[in-house]
């Protein structure tokens, strides 16, 4: 149920934009995912068709998923890297003395429109 509630603050906020910003038609939402998330691309898809079957703004849009990258901060070579995976080293020095910073679980990156 946790991409239930997403999948509904999606809509909320893509309709509102549709609203304040007068768009047309939504063809696509282009999302990216934290690694550590523990959203279901596939579940949030068939919310989101489930919510908007009869929405003439949203009943056709396609749902685009990205997976970002992890950013790791090592502490003691001092650089930051990249990873899609959760590791406990720092993959430029190997030291085990890195911060990861958690990105948002889903965002909103672009919504493109028929217009």
């Given amino acids: 149920m946790h991409e239930y509630s997403i999948t509904s603050s999606i809509i909320e906020i893509v309709k509102r934009n549709i609203k304040e910003k007068n768009l047309g038609p939504i063809q696509k939402i282009n999302f990216e995912l934290s690694p550590l998330s523990q959203i279901e691309p596939e579940s949030v898809n068939f919310y989101f068709r489930a919510l908007t079957a009869e929405d003439q703004y949203l009943k056709d849009t396609k749902l685009n998923f990205i ?3 992890l950013k790791l901060n090592c502490r003691e070579c001092k650089k930051t890297s990249g990873t899609e995976d959760y590791i406990v080293k720092c993959p430029l020095c190997g030291s085990t003395d ?8 889903i965002k909103i990156v672009s919504v493109e429109t028929s217009d």
């Fill in 67 to 69: 997976k970002k990258k």
């Fill in 98 to 105: 890195i911060e990861v910073e958690q990105p948002e679980e």
